[in-house]
């Protein structure tokens, strides 16, 4: 009696087992092919930092107050700015570097910037990967160019 119950159970099971299949098999199905289909990420995703230049002047909008790299909890962000011959600090940076690889893309640095319309800011893009981790240290240069073209 208890060998036809299991072998009724596994018959069961392997039949219930193959309508799941045949059901989805003619569903539609939900994975792109990367790279020929790339995901449209929303508008609020968080990818890379970007710095972002002014518009009219062509300048980084940051002021080199290094708020952000106070608040990041991870220390990914470091600025050094630029200082006259009496050594006062000027309101830009001379060195602007993120390090993406240990980035965890939290907003903390977006969200305590000062400047007026955002020095710093996540944009949506997130194909950066690289093989030598020394790549994901992003200088002002760099941060600079991702941020062209975003306000």
């Given at each position: 009696m208890k060998l036809i119950r299991k072998t009724g159970q596994g018959i069961y099971n392997l039949l219930l087992g193959m309508w799941t299949t045949l059901r989805y098999l003619f569903s539609h199905a939900i994975t792109l092919q990367y790279p020929k289909e790339r995901w449209i990420m929303p508008e609020r995703s968080r990818g890379v930092l970007a710095l972002i230049t002014d518009p009219e002047t062509g300048k980084l909008k940051c002021i080199a107050c290094e708020m952000c790299m106070r608040t990041c909890p991870t220390a990914a962000i470091n600025i050094v700015p630029e200082t006259d011959e009496t050594g006062k600090k000027q309101r830009y940076p001379k060195v602007f570097e993120v390090d993406q690889g240990i980035c965890i893309f939290c907003g903390l640095c977006e969200e305590v910037c000062p400047v007026k319309g955002k020095a710093i800011k996540f944009v949506n893009l997130y194909e950066f990967s690289v093989y030598d981790k020394k790549k994901l240290i992003?200088?002002?240069?760099?941060?600079?160019?991702?941020?062209?073209?975003?306000?």
């Open positions: 992003y200088d002002q240069k760099k941060l600079a160019e991702i941020g062209q073209g975003y306000k």
